[in-house]
């Protein structure tokens, strides 16, 4: 596991001459979203920057966007955004596959549009972010990225929600064009284990991909704060998992979070998050609609989780392997 400390700051390489990012990234899928999460209700653009703000100061320097979040908003924002900061920043942003794309020049087409929203010239990692062909094929697209990587525009490649297989394909495709798969983004979390089961986290590792892990907190689940008092109000209040039932299901989940974290002055979901740093090779992502959220997921780093306590999630979320 290539982890190392850079400067007293945990690090880990996207690649093998790839850039350096910290193994916790905030995700900014709220910031512009009024669809699923509601933006500009219950929380807006001042919550967000705040939010963005809090995470820089606690150290936290990683943040992974989408063109598709908020249509262009959360790019958007973060450009703004950085403007504002001294410290250096790294972005993570994911290309879309449509069928009107269908050539090399439009995924650099897309990829000058999104380092026109946040004001770069380069971003950290570039990624697909669904394993569509539609009217391009995988090779097609792939060798346009590695063009980019050697172009200078981005320091690594990455694919999103890509099965084992296609997984493979890509990185064979990219390694003929002399350019490693640094990273896989897949939903994993103690409450979705699923990669594991499958074999794509043992996959990854043989092939030095790091997985950037989507939903670590389930949404908010492994936060501890919904109850059947205090349910969710938002798009979530139709998963079952956050219904009366569901809650009861992942009930010694969260007791066991709220227990180890007692013990080393943590919260549930910095514990939650903690676990997943400690899978190794494994970076994850999460949430922040607000500074006080932000400055929570930085305390899920400069500590570790025991082997014994490690030992104890993994035993009490198997049921989370199917």
Known sequence: MDVKKNEDVETIALGPAGPEVQPLCIGTWQWGDKIFWNYGKNYDQQQVHEAFKAAVESGLTFFDTAEVYGTGDSETLIGQFMKEV????????????APWRFTGQSVADALSGSLRR????????????????????QQTL??????????????????????????????????????????????????????????????????S???????????????????????????????QRFSRSGLAKIAPV?????????????????????WLIAQGDVIAIAGAKSPEQARQNAGALGWSLSTEEVDRLEEVSRPWLN
């Open 254 to 274: 969260i007791h066991l979070l709220q227990q180890i974290g007692q013990a080393h002055d943590r919260t549930p979901a910095q514990v939650a998050l903690n």
């Open 86 to 97: 001294p410290a250096p920043v790294a972005i993570a942003t994911k290309y879309g596959p």
């Open 118 to 137: 946040l004001q770069v010239d380069h971003v950290a990692l570039y990624q697909v972010h669904w394993p569509f062909s539609f009217l391009m094929s």
């Open 209 to 239: 991909i790091k997985i950037m892990a989507y939903s670590s907190l389930a949404q908010g689940l492994l936060g501890g704060n919904y109850t059947p008092e205090n349910l969710p109000t938002d798009a979530r209040r139709f998963d």
């Open 142 to 207: 792939l060798k346009a990225l590695a063009k980019e990587v050697k172009q200078g525009r981005i320091g690594a490649v990455g694919v999103s929600n890509y099965s084992v297989e296609q997984m493979r394909q890509a990185h064979k495709i990219l390694a003929a064009e002399g350019v490693p798969l640094a990273t896989n983004q897949v939903r994993y979390s103690l409450l979705t284990r699923q990669i594991e089961r499958q074999g794509l986290l043992d996959a990854a590792r043989k092939l």
